[in-house]
Structure formats: C-alpha cells, structure tokens
T-cell receptor, first 114, second 111 residues
Framework: GAGVSQSPSNKVTEKGKDVELRCDPI?????LYWYRQRLGQGLEFLIY????????KSGLPSDRFSAERTGESVSTLTIQRTQQEDSAVYLC????????????FGPGTRLTVT | TQLLEQSPQFLSIQEGENLTVYCNSS?????LQWYRQEPGEGPVLLVT?????EVKKLKRLTFQFGDARKDSSLHITAAQPGDTGLYLC???????????FGKGTLLTVNP
C-alpha cells in the first residue's frame, strides 16, 4: 500500500518568506508527527497529532512554526518569516498506534533558506 | 527527560567485517525501535524489541534489548555496502506517545 508522502521534496526559499510543507500519512493512521533533522544530526521532535485531540506542540522552536491537520488526513507545517537556521530536512511520520507506536516516515522535504 | 546515547557516532569499515553499535540510556523504556536512514530518504523501521533480554534477528542483523530495558545493541555480521546508512534507535512510547530518538550512528561500509 501507499506509504507516507511529502511535498515538495525540495524547497529553496529566500530569508523572510513563508513556506508550507505537506504530509500525506498512511491511510487509517491516527497519529502524525513532524520532525526536523539538521545536517548530520538526529531527529528533533516538532509536533504530534492524534485523532481529534489537541496537538502536542511542545517541540515547535518558535512561534514562526505552526502546523495543522484535518481530521486523520493531510497535515501542513508552515514556517513564517524563514531564517537561515530553518534550513533542514523536515520529516513526517505516521503511526497506527497500538502498543508499540511504530512510526513510518516519509522521504522528507529538504528546505534551504538563502 | 529521557535521553538515548548512541555510540559510536561514526563508523567506517570494510565489506565483510562485523560490527556492533550501541544505544544506551539511564531510563527504562517500554520498547525500543531501530531505524535505518539512507541518504535522501526517511528512516525505515527495522525492528522493535519489547522484552528485557530479547534478541531478534533480521538476516545478518542481530538486535538485543538489555535485561533492564535501558539499552540495546545492533550487531551486523559480514557487513555489505548496502548496509551503509544512519542507524537510529528510538525508545518509547513516552508521554503523549512520543518516541525518544538517539542521534544515530553513521555507518559506512566500503567495498
């Protein structure tokens, strides 16, 4: 079946512009996560959605970052007034929950802020 | 705050060699997952271990969960260039069903 998809795969933007990143989770997965991965680093948790519950936004680094999810489908991560330090790969993962909460990742969006 | 330390951070070996990478914490986790991430791709789940002392084998890869569920190891036998990638361990789930990720071991297997 279809895995997690993300778009665009690459995005180059000028400092100060807003960007919107999209994630399509695996159908039926109730949980969705966004992570940031800087070059050569591990995964930095950003935000978590679970069904209709209030999202866990504890990892968002500043108020320039926001995310939305419609029901149990598509999610968008928006970064306003981008800065050079926002350059990274943004990964989305979804999970069906259960006892193990195994996560299935998309290929990521590589964001470059010039 | 739960932390997972992975070692070594970098490892470069020749094809055919054996290797072990480690994932350690002072915290107890209910489960531990291993992922491999290839360049330009997202992490791919390899295995989940849930029982202290558990050993799982996936072809040439052997995963072990420590008895106290605080640490794990990944052993690769006769490494191949296709094993090259970033190996991430993740413990959880923690509060709000979040996984705690280590920073990874970047493995390069040279032909």
């Amino acid at each position: 079946g279809a895995g997690v998809s993300q778009s665009p795969s690459n995005k180059v933007t000028e400092k100060g512009k807003d960007v919107e990143l999209r994630c399509d989770p695996i159908s039926g997965h109730t949980a969705l996560y966004w992570y940031r991965q800087r070059l050569g680093q591990g995964l930095e948790f950003l935000i978590y959605f679970q069904g209709n519950s209030a999202p866990d936004k504890s990892g968002l680094p500043s108020d320039r970052f926001s995310a939305e999810r419609t029901g149990e489908s598509v999610s968008t991560l928006t970064i306003q007034r981008t800065q050079q330090e926002d350059s990274a790969v943004y990964l989305c993962a979804s999970s069906s929950g259960g006892a193990l909460w195994e996560q299935y990742f998309g290929p990521g969006t590589r964001l470059t802020v010039t | 705050t739960q932390l997972l330390e992975q070692s070594p951070q970098f490892l470069s070996i020749q094809e055919g060699e054996n290797l072990t990478v480690y994932c350690n914490s002072s915290s107890v986790f209910s489960s531990l997952q291993w992922y491999r991430q290839e360049p330009g791709e997202g992490p791919v789940l390899l295995v989940t271990v849930v029982t202290g002392g558990e050993v799982k084998k996936l072809k040439r890869l052997t995963f072990q969960f420590g008895d106290a569920r605080k640490d794990s190891s990944l052993h690769i036998t006769a490494a191949q260039p296709g094993d090259t990638g970033l190996y991430l361990c993740a413990g959880g789930p923690g509060s709000n069903y979040k996984l705690t990720f280590g920073k990874g071991t970047l493995l390069t297997v040279n032909p």
